[in-house]
């Protein structure tokens, strides 16, 4: 009984391994215009948020229910393209940047829970979902993320991200009171220094790409509060309708432009999981 269960389990893996080898790339490659389109996204997401719930005066509550619904739909939306398409897996990642922000939003204003307690929470929920991704596919490579289980483990992973830079970007420029710039610099240097330790000192690609991924939600988070904030509470003043606007449009053109070069589009060979 033992050998013909491990005989099934193997048989599984390496038909689920097959098919995601056979099967093309649903998200797309690293590239200038997807760290460009990323930080964008990021920005708009901490600006959207604000707009809809206080400026619109729907509130944090009905805004959170309203984007996760729409977030659903989007995510339903993408898992049928099956492959990488530019203004699908976009769409996806500016909505879930937004319901990231507000999940957070919701456990410090609504649930009286410390961004500290957020942090180091998200931290852990991040944690997990890599190790149950690893221990199910043995691997988290970006570049093979072909069957519909590992795209599911690939956005709840972005989920955790965007909820964890919220926290931990709002934690250090309120409560430890470095203000939006500056915090923006300190997120901005720690991506530098893990770019310099992937192209100097061999860091590992796939942990160098997630540490990456982290840290531009609350650079962008930064930026996105200090152009929009009032200039009392160390912003800029622009608002958070022009801000969101301008970074829309810039994400419009960029996936436009994507859409029709297929720039982005990743092919990638059959290769050891």
């Known amino acids: 009984m033992t050998n013909i269960s491990g005989v099934a389990a193997a048989l599984f893996i390496k038909a689920d391994y097959a098919a995601s080898a056979l099967g093309p790339n649903r998200v797309p490659a690293v590239t200038v215009e997807f760290w ?5 996204a990021v920005t708009m997401g901490e600006t959207a948020a604000d707009f809809l719930a206080v400026n619109l005066g729907l509130g944090l509550t009905a805004t959170s229910l309203m984007m996760a619904a729409i977030l659903v739909a ?3 939306l993408q898992f049928r393209q099956k ?4 203004w699908s897996y976009w769409l996806a990642v500016v909505l879930i940047s937004v319901v990231g922000t507000l999940v957070t939003d919701n456990l410090v204003d609504n649930l009286g829970v410390s961004l ?5 929470g998200f931290t852990l929920a991040l944690g ?5 991704w690893y221990a199910a596919e043995r691997t988290l490579s970006i570049h093979e993320i072909k069957t519909t289980r590992r795209e599911a483990f690939y956005w709840l992973a972005i989920l955790f991200t965007f909820a964890l830079g919220t926290a931990a970007g709002d934690l250090v ?3 430890f009171g470095l203000g939006y710039m500056a915090t923006g610099i300190l997120f901005g240097m720690i991506i530098a220094s893990i770019t310099a330790g992937y192209y100097l000192l061999r860091l590992d690609g796939i942990w160098a790409f997630w540490i990456a991924y982290i840290f531009t939600r609350p650079l962008g988070a930064s930026f996105g509060d200090l152009l929009s904030q009032p200039k009392d509470y160390g912003g800029l003043g622009l608002g958070t309708i022009v801000t969101s606007a301008i970074f829309l449009a810039v994400i419009v053109s960029i996936v436009a432009w994507l859409s029709a070069t297929h720039r982005g589009q990743e092919e990638t060979l059959v290769r050891s999981a």
């Open 128 to 132: 997990a979902t890599f190790t149950i």
């Open 83 to 86: 492959r990488y398409v530019a």
């Open 74 to 76: 989007a995510l339903v």
């Open 36 to 40: 460009l389109i990323k930080l964008m």
């Open 116 to 120: 500290i307690t957020c942090t180091i």
């Open 173 to 175: 420029a309120e409560q």
